[in-house]
C-alpha cells in the first residue's frame, strides 16, 4: 500500500508576483512488511516470500524499527529468523509484529532459528490493538505499555537470560522488567500475557501499574533471581488476575 499526498507550496517571486505549484509526495504507509535481518538486497528489488512479492527497502525491510515507522494501520509485520538490536516506538494502531514462534510458542531455552530481539519495543500513548507475538527477547530486552494503551495482546515469546546493568544490586520493590505496565495517570485496559516462556531472569517477569481487565495466563516462569509478577509498588496481584 503507498498512499500519496498532495502539496500546495505557494512562492512569490521578485519579478511576477506569487504563484502556486502543486507538487505529489509519497507517503509511505504498508499493511504488510517482512523483516529480515540476515538478508543483504538492492533497494527497490522484487523479493518472493510465501508466494507474494515484496520491494527491498519498502515492504521487505533489515529493521524492525524501520518497518514499524512504514507500517499502517492494523499492518503486519513478519520478523523472520535474526538479530534485531534495536529501540522501536509503535505510534500506530493495530500494528501487528509476528515473529517466528507467533502461531503456538516454545516452551525451549535455546534461540536457534528465531527472531531474536535485543532491544526495547515501546508502546506508545493512547495506542491500541497491538499484537506482539513469536519473538524471542534476550539480555536487556523489553516490552514497556506506556499509557493507556488499550486491547494489547502479548503471546507466544521466549525472555531469556534477561538482566540488567546493576541487577546485582537490585532491590525485590524495583519495578525493572521483561514486560512492563508504567505506572500513570491513565490506566491501561484490557491486556492479555499469554503462553510466553521466561528463563533465566535476573529481572522481574512482568511489572504491573495502572491497568484493568488485566489478563495473565499460561505462562512458564523458570530460573528467576526476582519476582515472576510484581507490582510496582510491592502489592499482590488478585486471584482473579493469575488465571
Known amino acids: 500500500l503507498l498512499n500519496e499526498g498532495v502539496v500546495n507550496i ?4 521578485l519579478d511576477s508576483g506569487n504563484f502556486t505549484k ?3 509526495i509519497g507517503i509511505f504507509a504498508y499493511d504488510e512488511i517482512i523483516v529480515n535481518s540476515e538478508k543483504t538486497y538492492t533497494q527497490g528489488e522484487a523479493i518472493e516470500f510465501e508466494g507474494k512479492t515484496y520491494y527491498a527497502g519498502y515492504t ?3 529493521s524492525l524499527r524501520t518497518a514499524c515507522t512504514y507500517a499502517s494501520e492494523n499492518a503486519t509485520i513478519k520478523v523472520l529468523k535474526g538479530h534485531y538490536d534495536e529501540y522501536i516506538a509503535i505510534n500506530t494502531n493495530g500494528v501487528k509484529i509476528y515473529g517466528v514462534n507467533h502461531k503456538n510458542g516454545s516452551f525451549e531455552a535455546e534461540d536457534k532459528d528465531d527472531s531474536i530481539f ?3 519495543i515501546l508502546i506508545g500513548t493512547d495506542i491500541k490493538d497491538v499484537e506482539i507475538k513469536g519473538m524471542t527477547f534476550i539480555d536487556k530486552a523489553t516490552i ?7 486491547n494489547i495482546l ?3 515469546n521466549k525472555f531469556l537470560n534477561s538482566k540488567s546493568d546493576n541487577a546485582d544490586s537490585w532491590k525485590e520493590d524495583e ?3 521483561c514486560i512492563k505496565l508504567l505506572p500513570s495517570d491513565v490506566e491501561c485496559d484490557s491486556v492479555t500475557i499469554i503462553n510466553n516462556y521466561f528463563y533465566n531472569i535476573q529481572v522481574h517477569g512482568i511489572a504491573l501499574s495502572a491497568y484493568k481487565n488485566l489478563k495473565i495466563t499460561n505462562n512458564v516462569f523458570e530460573n528467576f533471581k526476582l ?3 510484581r507490582e510496582y509498588y510491592g502489592e499482590s496481584l488478585s486471584a482473579g488476575q493469575l488465571l
Do not use: P, R
Open 175 to 177: 519495578g525493572d522488567a
Open 10 to 13: 505557494s512562492v512569490k517571486a
Open 144 to 150: 514497556t505499555l506506556y499509557e493507556h494503551n488499550v
Open 22 to 24: 502543486t507538487f505529489m
Open 60 to 62: 521487505y525491510l533489515n
Open 154 to 156: 502479548i503471546a507466544n
Open 118 to 120: 535485543a532491544g526495547t
Open 227 to 229: 519476582d515472576a509478577i
